[in-house]
């Protein structure tokens, strides 16, 4: 069984509109969380990172939220544009280890 | 601006051939490292090397080898290509970064879509 669940599999949204992704995790011992984002046909780009001690940390449209007490991610995307269709992929660093997720595949559509 | 560049974007290849990924970076990273990416199970390790001529294994190394003769550059071969490792394969580099916060951002390459007939 993956140690890294995302959910949902894949979303469609509209144009402006908000979309929270899911990452629930239990890899073991936690080092930190990042989430990539990978555009059609492009290698995975880091988004954000998230230690222990952080709740939340914001990058652009991009906010993400850990609960390392429920092992728990999420992504959050606001005023989507376009350009954010691409699949969205957690991955967990359990020391030098890294744990992938299957990824969120968003669409947006105008 | 490109950082990691994979060598073939797109390859088909026949059953029993011999095929060579080609993975250079230009960010004099140490960590370099080959996953294969499929529908629904997300990225696997295949192989990783951590300095020139050192290799480990990752999680799914059957039927793949790597090669690190110099420190930009990771080749993955497949000795004898069968279809199912028919795939997406991506190839990353990284700093080695040892703390909770630092550690190891990977960078990508765009990938290589590789066909097994």
């Known amino acids: 069984k993956n140690q890294v669940e995302q959910s949902p599999q894949s979303l469609i949204i509209l144009e402006g509109k908000n979309c929270t992704l899911q990452?629930?995790?239990?890899?073991?011992?936690?080092?930190?969380l990042r989430w990539y984002k990978q555009d059609t046909g492009r290698g995975p780009v880091s988004l954000t990172i998230m230690t222990f001690s952080e709740n939340t940390k914001s990058n652009g449209r991009y906010t993400a939220t850990l609960d390392a007490d429920t092992k728990q991610s999420s992504l959050h995307i606001t005023a989507s544009q376009l350009s954010d269709s691409a699949s969205y992929i957690c991955?967990?660093?359990?020391?030098?280890?890294?744990?992938f997720g299957a990824g969120t595949t968003v669409t947006v559509r105008a | 601006d490109v950082k990691v560049t994979q060598s073939s974007r797109y390859l088909v290849k026949r059953t029993g051939e011999k095929v060579f990924l080609e993975c250079v970076q230009d960010?004099?990273?140490?960590?370099m490292f080959w996953y294969r990416q499929d529908p629904g199970l997300g990225l696997r390790l295949i192989y990783f090397?951590?300095?020139?001529?050192?290799?480990e294994k990752g999680d799914i190394p059957e039927g793949y080898s790597v090669s690190r003769e110099k420190k930009e550059r990771f080749s993955l071969i497949l000795e004898s290509a069968s279809t199912n490792q028919t795939s997406m394969y991506l190839c990353a580099s990284s700093r080695t970064v040892w703390t909770a916060s630092g550690a190891n951002v990977l960078t990508f390459g765009a990938g290589s879509r590789l066909t097994v007939l």
């Open positions: 090397s951590y300095d020139v001529k050192m290799k």
């Open positions: 960010m004099d990273h140490e960590n």
């Open positions: 990452c629930n995790y239990t890899v073991s011992p936690f080092s930190n």
């Open positions: 991955v967990v660093s359990a020391a030098v280890k890294l744990s």
